[in-house]
Antibody, heavy 121, light 113 residues
Framework: EMQLVESGGGLVLPGGSLRLSCAASGFTFSNYAMNWVRQAPGKGLEWVSSITNSGGIIKYADSVKGRFTISRDNSKDTLSLQMDNLRGDDTAVYYC??????????????WGQGTSVTVSS | DIVMTQSPDSLAVSLGERATITCKSSQSVLYSSNNKNYLGWYQQKPGQPPKLLISWASARESGVPDRFSGSGSGTDFTLTITSLQAEDVAVYYCQQYYATPRTFGHGTKVEIK
């Protein structure tokens, strides 16, 4: 069964850091670009970051650029998001989402269940 | 950034009736070299992650009921649910994957009248 399982969410103080992970299984992880998408409480979807299958091309939303770092380990079928200098408006459920192809210009055809991040003092 | 504008914000439709959602992009998402519209539609039920329904503006994903259809090109797109079923109650989002940042519409909530 193909699945994505996120972990690493939690409560963090403003200015703090958190590292999210996404474990992939049931498909050849190294063949596909991957993404992080977040959803603030009661709000819509916001794309956060993407990484191509090889890791050669990385993109970020302006709202997280310079604070978040996406990475992947194709030997471990794992996607990560290092989040530093967190702010209150980073509070959201963070979803790991698979692109349907190796590049970033494709739809997101599989999503994890999400991991919740709350930034609050 | 490409702005995706959905309408309406919400709609209530009777069981078995048609639901129509529109999505307009602030610039064309049609790539001329392959004549593909880089536009997807997602369904999100309460407490669940989004699910891809339609890609390339009109290509239904495997397993998606044929009552869901997508149409449009360039900047104007439509998601149609013919014969609404109870399990279709959800929020529907359009998304462009033509340019970075990938942007989503704000969502349309579909309910049963």
């Amino acid at each position: 069964e193909m699945q994505l399982v996120e972990s690493g969410g939690g409560l963090v103080l403003p200015g703090g850091s958190l590292r999210l992970s996404c474990a992939a299984s049931g498909f050849t992880f190294s063949n596909y670009a991957m993404n992080w998408v977040r959803q603030a409480p009661g709000k819509g979807l916001e794309w956060v970051s993407s990484i191509t299958n090889s890791g050669g091309i990385i993109k970020y939303a302006d709202s997280v650029k310079g604070r978040f770092t996406i990475s992947r380990d194709n030997s471990k079928d794992t996607l990560s998001l290092q989040m530093d200098n967190l702010r209150g408006d980073d509070t959201a459920v963070y979803y790991c989402a698979k692109s349907r192809s190796e590049n970033e210009y494709d739809a997101f055809d599989m999503w994890g269940q999400g991991t919740s991040v709350t930034v609050s003092s | 950034d490409i702005v995706m504008t959905q309408s309406p914000d919400s709609l209530a439709v009777s069981l078995g009736e048609r639901a129509t959602i529109t999505c307009k992009s602030s610039q064309s998402v049609l790539y001329s070299s392959n004549n593909k519209n880089y536009l997807g539609w997602y369904q999100q039920k309460p407490g669940q992650p989004p699910k891809l329904l339609i890609s390339w503006a009109s290509a239904r994903e495997s397993g998606v009921p044929d009552r869901f259809s997508g149409s449009g090109s360039g900047t104007d797109f439509t998601l149609t649910i013919t014969s609404l079923q109870a399990e279709d109650v959800a929020v529907y989002y359009c998304q462009q994957y033509y340019a970075t940042p990938r942007t989503f519409g704000h969502g349309t909530k579909v309910e049963i009248k």
